[in-house]
């Protein structure tokens, strides 16, 4: 819960400086908001979890 968790505040982070910064008008925005929605509740959405877990916890277990 706690990487979805920062996942998603990076992720509105990163979509609010691309607004500010102009880089992202409003309306597609918008189209990438509805679009993780709808992808969170489709059959693939287990399988993203799966993959973005496993990035995190390759990333855990790095040692310097």
Known sequence: MAISLS???LLAIILVVLIRGGS???GPAVVAILFGFFLASSGMAPSIN???NSI???INRITF
């Open 50 to 52: 799966r993959f973005l």
């Open 56 to 58: 995190a916890d390759t």
């Open 24 to 26: 992202l008008k409003g």
């Open 7 to 9: 996942v998603v505040l």
